[in-house]
T-cell receptor, first 112, second 113 residues
Framework: DQQVKQNSPSLSVQEGRISILNCDYT??????FLWYKKYPAEGPTFLIS?????DKNEDGRFTVFLNKSAKHLSLHIVPSQPGDSAVYFC???????????FGTGTRLTIIP | SQTIHQWPATLVQPVGSPLSLECTVE??????LYWYRQAAGRGLQLLFY??????ISSEVPQNLSASRPQDRQFILSSKKLLLSDSGFYLC????????????FGPGTRLTVT
């Protein structure tokens, strides 16, 4: 039962353009969402998060949007840079839960 | 600042051999600790987590086990490795009930031959 889904296994974007990574969830209890970036042979690094009381959170080039009615979130990276090439995981949790539920990841490739 | 260590970085073990992977966290007290596995081309699978010394929750039945002998030490073990145990093992921590963010170690690449 995949409660967090990233339906695009890969995405290629031209350098300087916007990258949009999508994530859908099915568990209505989820109230906190996170994005992680992972390079090969390294641990994931935390990028940005959003609480369900907000619909947008920005941090530099990264913006996360949350649409609770659609159970959908997206990560926007603008402008995209070559160093953004990595696998991106979305994750979700809810109050009182010590665990994160991860999606299967989207491999982003930035084309110079 | 907090730091998480994992070792070894890479490991090649024959089928049927034992396993011990260690994770330690510095700069924090009473963290929640987690073991994940990423199989080739797959997402992150939570294997075990611990909210305190001696407290282990298992997420996936398998031939692996975990222990937390000290507050900031988390160990992943197996008595007899299977080929299917190959993968990238990640340890993570978070500060507990006040936060959701988990922070990951550098990982251990395990190849069972």
């Amino acid at each position: 039962d995949q409660q967090v889904k990233q339906n695009s296994p890969s995405l290629s974007v031209q350098e300087g353009r916007i990258s949009i990574l999508n994530c859908d969830y099915t568990n209505s209890m989820f109230d906190y969402f996170l994005w992680y970036k992972k390079y090969p042979a390294e641990g994931p690094t935390f990028l940005i998060s959003i609480s369900s009381i907000k619909d947008k959170n920005e941090d530099g080039r990264f913006t996360v949007f949350l649409n609770k009615s659609a159970k959908h979130l997206s990560l926007h990276i603008v402008p995209s840079q070559p160093g953004d090439s990595a696998v991106y995981f979305c994750a979700a949790s809810h109050f009182g839960n010590e665990k994160l539920t991860f999606g299967t990841g989207t491999r982003l490739t930035i084309i110079p | 600042s907090q730091t998480i260590h994992q070792w070894p970085a890479t490991l090649v073990q024959p089928v049927g051999s034992p396993l011990s992977l260690e994770c330690t966290v510095e700069g924090t007290s009473n963290p929640n600790l987690y073991w994940y596995r990423q199989a080739a081309g797959r997402g992150l699978q939570l294997l075990f987590y611990s909210v305190g010394i001696g407290q282990i929750s298992s997420e996936v039945p398998q031939n692996l086990s975990a222990s937390r002998p000290q507050d900031r030490q988390f160990i992943l073990s197996s008595k007899k490795l299977l080929l299917s145990d190959s993968g990238f093992y990640l340890c993570a921590w978070n500060a507990g009930t006040t936060t959701y963010e988990q922070y990951f170690g550098p990982g251990t690449r395990l190849t069972v031959t």
